[in-house]
């Protein structure tokens, strides 16, 4: 079963990378906006856990794509 | 050591006890004591989760693996860390928190059966014990090093330091205390970085020197036949399965969420904790990078000396003692978040559900501090061993990957199927645990593979067994699993039988 895994090139990881830090931020945009600000004092920009997090993976999706 | 820097280094030994003493006055009983009352704050959450999880060996191995290896040693920090974290906050922590729970264990005896909950509260304590001990011994090293005290004496004023606040003050002393270490952590080694930077001349500089000799340094992902990263074993491995068994079942690192004062702070603590995390390459990966630049001469297991190099030989007085400060605050808040973690599984998951149950919380508080008291004694005991006998600290470390990849699968088959059966979640972690042996002992396999595939073998076995016996009731569901959710009036009822013992 390795040696199946062995035969994908390189350049599939920055792919699959890629793909796993843009997965994610689409998927916690789907999140219901309810479910984000749940137990929140008040549902200010800045308590939007879906920004943090967009913010994270574009810079990750820059580090993986440029190294 | 100067005198300016011995005296950093002796004020922050000592000021951090101090400040940890002072939660003592708010700890009145087991709640208050392993969850720090459920008052958390986001930020002191996410404070605490990095300085749990980085640790002076963090240090010195990252860097030693960034001078072997390049720049694949951030996977660990970027794509072994981030997504899993991203998963924990908005697919298990919400959960845990809901149920109410002390525990990640009690939390799948609840979903599954006693017979999960204790083998996995026996496996997460005697792997926290094992590294405990490691960690105990290169705190004695690290002190004597630079302080030239015998190692012995070394770990007893570590094991007096963390004792003073751990014992007395709990979890909440603990996340307080770590958000003063994971600052002091992040200063000392930005520190370190940027004075290495400008000694080699800038990133261009540090590249150029660095390629010519090493041209893999510079890329995130190696080639299938990479002894220790090869890019497969990364995604699926670590990326897929052993980083979100860490983030999302590692009672370590979930323990703090669980005592936050709601379900967005338990969610923000852990998110929030990402951006900490994206930069600690900064401090341990950079560094490894900079002394190969300067120094490429070490070879073999000599290239773990790559960050102890650098304290020596570009600190000056003053910076050397704030490093040093940070290299000990790295391991102090590891240190403590352990011994908490570890009382609290033996104290919650196998005293009060095996030994004596329905005593007064009062109890468990005592029992939780004579416990944490045993460990530390246990850590003292076990830590020149890490030397004698080092085989039994590699088998520690083997341990955590075998049981990673089925304590992630039944947790995520747990939460997100409600067919799956308490039987079928037994059977898929002694399942995965039998494949993950068999692969690493017998056939030998990398780390990496032997996680992902014992997690699909935990899954297809929990699925199948699952299948074969009769479903669990939707009474004993309600509130553990997707799909039935509870209305926040019914949780609160939940919640209070539960903190009264009463369930």
Known sequence: ?67 | MHGIDLFIVVAYLLAIPAFGFYFKRFVKDDADYFLAGRMLPWWVISMSIIGTQVGATDYVGAAGGAYRFGIAQAHYEWIGALPAMMISALLFIPYYWKAGVYTVPEFLGKRYNLAVRIIQAVLWSSWLIFFLGVLFWTSGLMLNEYLGIPVWVALLITATIVGIYTITGGLAAVAMTDVIQTLIMFIGGISLSILGLWVVGGWGAMVDKIIPTNPEHLKLFLPMDHPTYPWMGVLLGLAFVMSPAWWCCNQAMIQRTLGARSEWDAKAGMVFAMFPKMLIPVVTVLPGLIALALNPQFTGPDMDKAYPWLIKNLLPTGLAGLVFASFMAALISSVDSILNSAATLLTKDIYQRLIVKNAPNTHYLKVGRIMTLVFIVLAIILAPLTKLFPGIFVAGATMLSIFQGPTFGITLIGIYWKRATQWGGLFGLLGGVCLSSYLFFVIHWKFLYIAWWSFLASIIINVIVSYLTRPDPNEKLYGLVYGLVMKDDEMQDILTKRAEGAE
């Open chain 1, 1 to 67: 079963m390795n040696e199946w895994l062995n035969d994908f090139p390189i350049f599939w990881s920055k792919i699959v990378a890629t793909l796993t830090f843009a997965g994610g931020v689409l998927w916690t945009w789907i999140r219901p906006k309810s479910f984000i600000f749940k137990d929140a004092p008040d549902e200010k920009k800045w308590r939007d856990l879906r920004i943090w997090i967009t913010v994270i993976m574009i810079s990750q999706i820059v580090i993986y794509l440029y190294f």
